[in-house]
């Protein structure tokens, strides 16, 4: 896309299962950082938020990379999410629903707060209507007109510990994406404990992470992040675009 001068080029994950008829991304809008005002707000998140009107056209690529679903597998999903790494879980999240309605899912999302929590009704609506989706918000900062039980299930951050005491036993395949400092933390724990009887396929909300190195017995995979591109939500926007034929 033209963003002033320049070209810039995106690479965003599908928020909701592909279909024939069309693709569907969901873009945050990038600030400043808090201490750092006066630099600009991201280049790509701001012209899609503030430019980009329903029935322009955008030059997009094909959806591409690895971090997906195992459509061959009917072992029991555990999806964890950080922040914005929730949106290709959405992804998989609807296609398991839609397609394999009889494996268990669980997603584990961290979030600091109830007002930065992301397809908040898409995801209770969900829960409440497939018996076999288990939702789990974990809020690390409840705001204090956050209600237990109802803005998040569990407080403090997602680890090995809250896993351990959730799950049932048995085996299962982890999905995991969120911000770099969440996967450097989290990722080599699960490997060590799970590796024996899971597969982790791991992807970070920055492509600047590096490779992490687990046991043989677990797949782990990085992603190249979906490529896709209309209807606007706050600080969030989704796109929706016509599939290639």
């Keep these: 896309m033209a963003v002033t001068e320049r070209t810039v080029t995106r690479c965003y994950s599908l928020s909701d299962r592909p279909e024939s008829s069309h693709y569907r991304i969901t873009v945050k809008r990038v600030a400043p950082p808090a201490q750092r005002p006066e630099l600009p707000s991201g280049a790509s998140s701001s012209y899609l938020h503030d430019r980009v009107q329903v029935g322009d056209v955008l030059r997009i690529k094909a959806p591409a990379g690895r971090f997906f679903i195992d459509a061959n597998s009917d072992l029991p999903v555990v999806m964890v999410a950080g922040g914005i790494g929730v949106t290709p879980m959405m992804s998989m999240l609807r296609w398991c629903l839609a397609e394999q309605s009889r494996r268990t899912v669980h997603l584990y999302y961290g979030v600091r707060r109830g007002s930065e929590q992301v397809f908040k009704q898409t995801l209770e609506s969900l829960a409440a209507t497939h018996p076999n989706f288990h939702l789990n918000v974990v809020q690390s900062d409840p705001a204090p007109d956050d209600v237990p039980g109802h803005d998040g299930q569990h407080v403090g951050r997602i680890d090995v510990d809250l896993l351990r005491r959730t799950l049932p036993h048995g085996r299962h395949q982890f999905y995991v994406c969120g911000p770099p400092a969440m ?43 979906h490529p896709t591109w209309v209807r606007w939500r706050l600080s969030m926007c989704s796109f929706v675009a016509p599939a290639a034929r």
């Design 183 to 225: 996967m450097a933390s989290v990722v080599p724990a699960w490997c060590q404990r799970w590796a024996s009887g899971a597969s982790v396929r791991r992807t970070s909300t920055s492509s600047r992470s590096g490779p992490h190195r687990c046991h043989r017995s677990e797949r782990v995979r990085r992603s190249m992040r």
